[in-house]
DNA sequence: TCGATCTCTGAGAACGATTACACAGCCAGT
DNA sequence: ACTGGCTGTGTAATCGTTCTCAGAGATCGA
């Protein structure tokens, strides 16, 4: 590799006058500075950014760890911070929790090592130990989605509480009775806030679902197919199943169909999060929307504004539920009802991005 | 941040014997090594890996360079990618093309400059300008599904030759006349080699699929779209189409659906590359199914030989058809026609981790 | 003509690690 | 007691940048 030194003795000047051109400082004569870009061209170097970064105390990267990078949720979120951070400059290191907090701390590790500018997290679950670890280091932190104990970091989250009352009231309306619903982790703030939104949206209208139809998955696909499985064993089935997450509900849809029920006929569902695909299934899936691109945006600046010394405050956007038929929502059960095959979705099918611009 | 020498001023001895410690060399006494351990411990002292890596020129790190990170099929490529690099002691670094060249070589330059000790490039086109940059840098270099022109670096792809073979003699088989085909770019090497194949295959049954017939869109959901609009708008439509790639797939659905088209009544559907929700649509969608696990720890093989200083051979995986009968198969249609609402699949949909284990 | 000021450039010290080399003890053999 | 071979440790160079500081000319006013 050819370094500044072979720049400067190309150009004929010092290396400091190299890094004095390179960085754009005032100083170089317009003539000594052509000289210095010649001779960059000709050896066709380029700085080594880590030593670069080794001096400066900054490498212009950001660390982000997500939970599991086959969840779509999470491939947008991370589309979306490599976007805004691109756009100030920034790149982006990601590692993949695979749902595991061990797995989470090696990365939060290796990442603190390779001296990122800071950390955005998707906790994989509660436990907050790691978070002393990053305190300590002085590397800004910004969680993303998920809550973790014992931190004071900037969160960025959503907030679905309105949205699962409306689906709550939604179900109790179409007459509903016995809702079955796939919850996620206990030890993940999201698995427990939207179970507890739910039982509370329920409460409030005189209902409570038995404690044998509510499952706990691991917010991955074999756990949803579990839980539709168990819950479709009972004795007394649930009439409809909510699955509080896109792959958790992909696998109870599989769970479904291998078993032969017909949604909503069989069975209602919903789920949490939506994809788009989720439109073009007969029913249409009737879901509770996360604005993920606007998340990770959020999230991206919320961490450079860290960076920049500022105190950016939380941010909380809001899910918002989209019905779509299938748990027998009234009118589109008996629309639906009249046409013999696989039909046209009755509105052209909003897409996710969409959604969140 | 605490550094190799306060740790060594706080153990009582030199930087070197920190570091013999640390990297398990054979020298220090047992004693001097608990002290040197006891002073890490208090100080939490961590190294830098940004000097590490200057002084070792190594920074055990991939790159990888994926065209679309919200395609699924990148996502999982991605993942294996980086199980398999995890399991060497490497990180992976994530750079997303979003399909576009310009992009893609901006990320290059800065793998390069961070000095990755190896690159994985999904590439966006055919150009391949940008490996000369790489070659002269001595970074070892892999392509993934696609090819590039005028590059000698190891390849690891699909063929889908004898999978688009069989797609086509079953759609002849069923009757299909006018074949519609959304074709990928015809800049990128699977965009061009699977039509390629498709038509041979065609030609080989003495059919041809006619020049209107024949669309190409950029391997994008909006591009399915348009052309799937365009296709059914043709006073002689297609009675069925072929989707080169999962997300044009999704965009052609959309837009049937939206016209009220039901599949395979109105228009059959196959598309290359399988997902998950694919066989959960009424009717299951026919597909061709890619190993991209297989994919993605051949390709981080491949890398981690070269950077190893072994010559890895090119590798080629192979695509299988999965009939599910969306394009109005034998025996499927019948079977679904007598069923009068959305039925249950006829057998366990398979995952596609299953597939490629 | 002589400072004073200003502009440009270079020498060299960081940054935080690794490691070649030297050296100080120690023990064994003569 | 002296040599020679170990063993364990420290000194200092090195990786490729950035940046402080100081010096070399040039310009200018008095």
């Not at 896109?246 to 939506?274: C, F, I, K, Q, T």
Request: glycine fraction near 8%.
């Amino acid at each position: 590799m050819t370094t500044m030194k072979d720049v400067a003795n190309r150009a004929g000047v010092s290396t400091a006058t190299v890094s004095r051109v390179l960085n754009g400082h005032a100083a170089p004569t317009e003539q000594t500075r052509t000289r210095v870009l010649a001779a960059i061209d000709e050896l066709g170097y380029r700085p080594n950014a880590l030593a670069r970064s080794l001096r400066m105390h900054s490498t212009k990267t950001l660390g982000l760890i997500v939970s599991d990078l086959l969840n779509p949720f999470f491939a947008e979120i991370a589309r979306a911070v490599e976007d805004e951070a691109r756009a100030h400059g920034y790149c982006v290191v990601f590692g993949n929790a695979d749902e595991s907090a061990e797995q989470q701390a090696t990365y939060v590790r290796t990442l603190l090592d390779r001296r990122v500018d800071g950390l955005l997290v998707c906790p994989a679950t509660d436990d907050g130990g790691w978070v002393a670890e990053v305190t300590e280091s002085g590397v800004p932190l910004v969680l993303l989605d998920r809550t973790v104990d014992g931190s004071t970091a900037p969160v960025v989250r959503v907030d679905g509480t309105e949205a699962l009352r409306e689906l709550a009231a939604s179900l109790v309306a179409t007459g509903h009775e016995r809702i079955g619903v796939i919850a996620g982790p206990a030890n993940t703030s999201t698995g427990r806030e939207r179970l507890d939104a739910f039982s509370a949206a329920l409460a409030e209208l005189g209902r409570r679902p038995r404690p044998e139809h509510v499952l706990h998955g691991d917010f991955r696909r074999a756990s949803g197919a579990a839980a539709a499985a168990a819950l479709m064993s009972l004795p007394e089935r649930p009439s409809v199943l909510v699955a509080m997450d896109n792959l958790m509900g992909l696998g109870a849809l599989e769970e479904l169909r291998g078993r032969g029920l017909v949604v909503p006929r069989d069975v209602g569902l919903a789920v949490y999060d939506d994809q788009p695909w989720f439109p073009l299934l007969d029913p249409p899936i009737t879901v509770i929307a996360q604005p993920t691109v606007a998340m990770g945006g959020a999230a991206a600046r919320s961490l450079l504004a860290l960076i920049a010394g500022e105190q950016p405050a939380d941010v909380r956007l809001t899910a918002r539920l989209v019905s779509r038929g299938s748990c027998g929502e009234a009118g589109l059960v008996s629309e639906r009802a009249s046409s013999p095959f696989n039909t046209a979705v009755r509105t052209r099918p909003t897409s996710v991005s969409e959604e969140d611009s």
